[in-house]
Every structure is written in C-alpha cells, then in structure tokens.
C-alpha cells in the first residue's frame, strides 16, 4: 500500500487561501461557464503550433483502494488549488502548480470517505460543493459544502450536508447560482439549497422538482432559467429562482425521443443543446410557447452511440460520438435533421469518448478510455475525418474525466487497476519549461 501524507498546514492555508497569481485564470466547475459550453477563451500558453510538444509534467496520488476511481469526476482549479472526487468517496485538494516533482503524495486536505463521488466538484464564494453517496450502506445522496481552503487538518469534514432522495447523486454535478446550490440525483430529483446552508449539519432544500426518470446531468442556469435533461428522454425547463412553494413544475420540456444519461445542457446563442444516445438536439432557449417542445434541429448519426455533453464555441457544436468527436454547425443546417461537418479521430487503439470536450485557444481536449487525453484543432482539416494533434497517456484504462484547461495546464483524472485494487490518479500536462 502507498503511504500518504500531507502537507504542514501551516503550508497549506497560506497555499488554499492565497490569491492566485495576476494573470492566471479559474476554472470553478464541471463545463467552465455558466452555459456550461466547455469553452475556455482566455487560454494562451497552449495552442496548435505548440500542443504537440506537451508532456505530462506531474501526476497526484488520489488514493489507493479497491474501489479507488477516478470516474466522471473533473478537476475544479480555483485559487491556486485542484479539486477533484474518487470513487472511494472522497475530495481531494492539491496544489494546482503541483509539488516540484513529477509524482505528488502530498495533499493539502482531503475529506472523509463517503459511498462514492461520481460528479465534479464546485467552488464559490470560498465553499467548494460536491455532491456523493451517504456511505456503503446508504445509498441515498448528499450534497456536501467544504471550506475551499480546508480545515488545519489533514482530513476535513463538511460545513454542512444537503439531504436529497434515497438514491445517490451520480453525475449531476452541483451549480451555483442567484444565491442556490442545484444538483440532482438518481431519484429524479432536482434540489435547491441555500448556497450558504442553513445554520445546521443537515439542511433541507429550499425547493424542488420532480422529472419522469432518473438524472444523471448537471444543472446549467442561463438568462434565469434552469435546464437538465433527465433519463426519460427530456430537457427540462425551470425558472431558476424557484416558484414560490416547495415543489415547481417545468416552464416547458423538450423531447428528444431517446434516453439521456449524463449530458449537460449547454446554452449558447438563443439554444440549449443536448444529447440522447442515439441523439444530438438543438432547442429554443426560450422554448415554443407549448408545454412540451420539439427540437430546432437534430443529429443522428446511424445508432453509434452519443455519450459525454456537448461543447460550443465559435458557431460549432462539439459532440463525443462513439469513439470520436462530430463536429456540427451550431445554428443547424436549414432542417430538421443534420449531417456532422467532420468527424475528429484517434489514432490507435478505439474505445469510447464519454468525457465531454474542451475548446481552448483554438484546440480540442477530451478523454478516451484507451487510457489517453486527446487534442485536435477545433478548425477544419479539409477531409471527412481529422486526425488529432496531440495525444497524452495516462496508461489507466478509464478517462472519462473531462479536461479542464486552465494556465497553460490541462487537468484530468483517472485511474489504474489491478488484482490488488486500484490506484487514482490526478494527471496535469503542459509545456515542458
């Protein structure tokens, strides 16, 4: 077993609280933006000509168990510190600039373990949230809020816990938001709590709303409304200040005719995309005037599988599709249904893109589960299908962590098994100094 330590604390709340340096950028939750776009537009430092000379500059130990995982979780990098969940339960906060060594042991906290974290830290207004499993034999879900600069000790409790359904939160990601925390879980079920508690361990949600099926996807709030897809097949819209009573009802809802796992809605220009698994769909931001919509435009790409959540940026719509990423034009293409531009493909072994694309600085991040981090350039090549620029190891067999993009770094995580357990990892690639 791996030994872990952890930094001296007197160390590390200089490190957790300390500003970042002038210049540098946040990454505060799952998609970036509040439109949950996945595009990052101030990144500089990494681009086209020089994404092919990246390396991996360090990797953190996250935990060795037999259920130690780096599964959908994406890294947060907020204030010089990265936060990310393992399977086992468990937050952890590194140093975002790492240890000075290419293997970092050394954590500025960690928490308790609980049941299992499957969703992407949030960071606001100096509480990280983070929603998990109450434990191994309670599969009911909780949303727990962190001091983000930790607590002086090596493993830190939350400030309070969310009580949500019976079932776990899986994917759903917390947002922030007009003063609310939102997250969904496995229930069906979409809370809001006070973004600052309630004065108590436990607290109640403030409101909620119940959909047809279980949900997997993150809350995305744009222009005062709240958007999440859940697995009956639908995109669910919700003023995102609540209605006034406990339990609200959908403003209006999209169809997409096929079930959504952990796609997140992504706003951009007057639509929300998102995706089923045999489906991408473009809707009205503001809906149709009807209860229940029916999409702008579509894509369908002869039952391969959509997995991950769509990206936009720069009237394009970026999509994992089996074991790639389409390209589509963002404002459709004149009917109903819609060819993708190009296809961007890996090299080497295939196997599925479930982590969700980032666009930074003119380059296209995801994950693959042939145990690699993959970079194309987000501009044409001129053929069908575009091979990728760049592509970085991990070595573990799942990546379906998505990219975080931020100083000239790219974050993700993953893991690597074996007969005695397994072992997760935070990686961090970059351009060597």
Known sequence: MRGLQFVSFAFAGLLGSSVALAGSVDWPHFRFDDNHSGFQPTETTLSTKNIR?????????????????????????????????????????YPA????????????????????????????????YVGSQTDDNDASGKLDAFAADGCGQA???????????????????????????????????LYAFNADGCGKNTCKPVWTAQTGGSIEST?????????????????????????????CNPKWTGDLGDTIFESTPAVAKGLVYI???????????????????????????????????????????YQPLESGVAVYDAKGCGQSVCAKLW?????????GVESSPTIANGVV??????????????????????????KGRTDDPIVSSSPTVANGKIYIGSAQGGSG?????????GLAN
């Open 275 to 317: 995706n089923a698994q045999h489906r991408l769909a473009a809707f009205g931001a503001k809906g149709c005037g009807a209860k229940t919509c029916q999409p702008v435009w579509t894509a369908e790409e002869n039952q391969d599988f959509f997995s991950g959540s769509p990206s936009v940026a720069n009237g394009r719509v």
């Open 343 to 351: 296809l961007m493909f890996g090299s080497g072994f295939q196997d």
């Open 365 to 390: 991040y995801a994950g693959r589960n042939s145990g690699e981090v993959i970079a194309w350039n987000a501009k044409p090549c001129g053929q069908s299908v575009c091979d990728e620029l760049w």
């Open 219 to 247: 809350p995305t709030v744009s222009n005062g409304m709240l958007y999440i897809g859940s697995n009956d097949g639908k995109l669910y819209a919700f003023k995102a200040a609540g209605c006034g009573k406990k339990i």
């Open 155 to 189: 493993v830190c409790a939350p400030l309070w816990q969310g009580i949500t359904g019976t079932q776990s939160i899986l994917q759903s990601s917390p947002t922030v938001s007009g003063g609310f925390v939102f997250i969904a879980a496995f229930d069906g079920k």
């Open 421 to 429: 357990g397994s072992i997760a990892w935070l990686y961090v690639y």
């Open 53 to 93: 000379t990246a390396g991996l500059l360090w990797k953190a130990f996250l935990g060795e168990s037999d259920r130690s995982l780096v599964n959908y979780s994406s890294p947060a990098v907020v204030n010089g510190v990265v936060y990310i969940g393992t399977t086992d339960g468990r937050l952890w906060a």
């Open 97 to 128: 600039d790492g240890c000075g060594a290419e293997e970092c042991d050394t954590p500025l906290w960690t928490t308790p373990s609980f049941g299992q974290i499957m969703d992407s830290p949030a960071v606001a207004n100096g509480v990280v």
